[in-house]
Structures are given as C-alpha cells and as structure tokens.
Nanobody
C-alpha cells in the first residue's frame, strides 16, 4: 500500500525557517511529479511548489524566492525549505505524488501543520 508521510512542521516566529520532508513508501515506481500544497483555515487548498522527474520546479507567486522544493535523487522523497516565514504562511502543508502506482495516479499525505507567529 502506498503511503506518504510528511514531517517537519511546527510553530515558528515570523522571519524564521522550516524544512518540511515527505517520504513515500510502498511503491516500486518513481513518482513523475511531487508537490507541496497548503490549506489555511477557511481557504481552499492551493498548490505551493512542484518538482518533476526531469528536475524542473515551479512555485506559486506568493512563495517565490522564499520556498525551495527539492527531491532526493531517484527516491520518492521531497523536501520544502521555507525561509522568511510570514504569518500568512500558516496552514496545513500536504505532500502530493503523481505516478506512484500508474501514470496519473495521485496520493496524498495526511499533512503537517505550520504555524507562524507574528
């Protein structure tokens, strides 16, 4: 059974940094795309950053220059380095992976809470 598990969330002051990690297990395939989403209270889930099997990355405008997504080589492990945190970054951060079972399949982690105090 495929599972994604996030870690690294927590409470941090504005201006601080966090490093989120997500590890997938239960798949012999390399995910085509791995991504981070976030959902703030009362808001819809939004895409934060993506990385593809080709090494390309993309970011939401709100996080460009502050967030960095990276992947551990051929592993289904992805990280999100978050710098210069702002209170508006407070949200549950979710890991998403596409292609772990078949092309187009999607799997989600349970999420990790990031809270930024002002």
């Amino acid at each position: 059974q495929v599972r994604l598990v996030e870690s690294g969330g927590g409470l941090v002051q504005a201006g601080g940094s966090l490093r989120l990690s997500c590890a997938a297990s239960g798949s012999s395939f390399r995910a085509n795309t791995m991504a981070w989403y976030r959902q703030a209270p009362g808001k819809q889930r939004e895409l934060v950053a993506t990385t593809t099997v080709f090494g390309t990355t993309d970011y939401a405008d709100a996080v460009k220059g502050r967030f960095t997504i990276s992947r551990d080589g051929a592993k289904n492990t992805v990280h999100l380095q978050i710098n210069s945190l702002k209170p508006e970054d407070t949200a549950v951060y979710y890991c998403n992976a596409e292609g772990l079972t078949y092309s187009g399949s999607e799997h989600w982690g349970p999420g990790t809470q990031v809270t930024v105090s002002s």
